[in-house]
């Protein structure tokens, strides 16, 4: 448990407003045809559809000039502002398979594709899949639509989305620094600090319990100060189901201080909005950075709707996580293993976030 006397201010470029990046677009890489030309012929002999397509890396998908960039856009992740923007890339010149193939390819030069569902699927898709029959309490966020509040991923280094079509209107992507917000609550609340870091139970659901228990059995930390690095992991939606539906009751304190995160990440000024285009792909550092998106209008035909792929990557040269922060035990490529880890680890602390499985 981080001691309250630790509790400073992050300094350094992970911090950063979106009203001050709003002002730049020095966040945007741009393609050149030279680079363009790089993934063309890449594509020629690495083109393979899923599963064979998670074999390629970085040797079967060269890219002479563009590799040295990435690595380092990759260190921009690491050590920068978290996150980029990659631009230029012709849409139209690709097939949706040929676009899956590129963004695996280039993301094969910045971490190790994991796994995104017990599906086993390392490249995800991001598209409203539900209609008038589908039951919403069952369904991944990732798949239906509508705005999506600002969290993280499952403990991932880093997540990529490749735009295939964007909206009618709207379905921006929305960022955030969780650096500029942990700041921000130090300086306004400081006493919402300690239960962010002393962290909440997640509800899991009840297709992914190991056990018969409904909750984690340790807390997730909002906020982990380990290896040398502080590292933010936050998501309202699984802290309010164990509330909901595992009889979990958090404190005032607790309980204000997860409003205050999500009142915080929901400043104009804070956050950064990113209309992505056909063809831009986005990468983000899951552990300081927190995302988004905004409300949009869909396409009425199916084919025709918002749809990004998604990649998590792994990153070896990242800070290590606390293992806190892990809801799942998974291994090397992100696959689940077959028993829950950390039971116990972090075990509720006495004090501010009390909670009980009824
Ligand atoms: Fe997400």
Redesign the pocket.
């Known amino acids: 448990m981080t001691e309250p006397s630790k509790m400073r201010p992050v300094t350094g470029p992970s911090v950063w407003t979106g009203a001050d990046m709003a002002q730049t677009d020095t966040w945007i890489f741009h393609l050149t045809p030279a680079h363009v030309s790089e993934i063309d012929a890449a594509l020629k002999t690495a083109h393979a559809a899923p599963p064979a397509l998670y074999d390629v890396t970085a040797r079967d998908f060269p890219l002479p000039t563009l590799s040295p960039a990435l690595i380092g856009l990759g260190d921009e992740l690491r050590d920068g502002r978290g996150f980029f923007l990659i631009r230029g890339l012709p849409r139209e010149r690709y097939d949706d398979a040929e676009m899956a193939s590129i963004f695996w390819g280039i993301g094969s030069h910045l971490g190790i594709g994991l796994a995104q569902s017990n599906k086993g699927d390392r490249l995800g898709h991001v598209v409203d899949l539900t209609g008038p029959e589908t039951d919403m309490r069952q369904m991944r966020?990732?798949e239906s639509g509508g705005p999506?509040r600002m969290?993280?991923?499952l403990n991932q280094d880093v997540?990529g989305l490749m735009m295939l079509r964007a909206a009618k209107r709207g379905g921006e992507s929305r960022i955030a620094s969780s650096m500029a917000i942990h700041n921000t609550i130090l300086a306004e609340h400081p006493e919402y600090l300690q239960p962010l870091y002393d962290g909440y139970h997640f509800h899991i659901f009840r297709h992914q319990r190991v056990g018969p228990s409904k909750l984690t059995p340790h807390r997730i930390p909002v906020f982990s100060d380990y290896d040398g690095a502080l590292a933010c992991q936050f998501n309202p939606r699984p802290i309010e189901r164990s509330v909901e539906r595992a009889g979990v009751t958090l404190s005032p304190v607790a309980a204000a201080a997860l409003d205050f995160f999500v009142e915080v990440a929901a400043r104009p000024d804070i956050y950064l909005d990113m209309a992505l285009k056909p063809g831009d792909i986005q990468f983000i550092n899951n552990h300081l950075i927190v995302?988004g998106r905004t409300d949009y209008e869909d396409h009425p035909e199916p084919e025709s709707r918002r749809r990004l792929l998604r990649l998590w990557l792994r990153r070896p040269d990242f800070p290590k996580q606390d293992p806190r922060t892990q809801v799942h035990e998974i291994d090397e490529l992100g696959y689940r293993k077959a028993a829950a880890i950390h039971g116990g680890v972090g075990a509720p602390p006495s004090g501010t976030a009390a909670a009980g499985a009824k």
């Open positions: 966020s990732y999506l969290h993280t991923d997540v995302h």
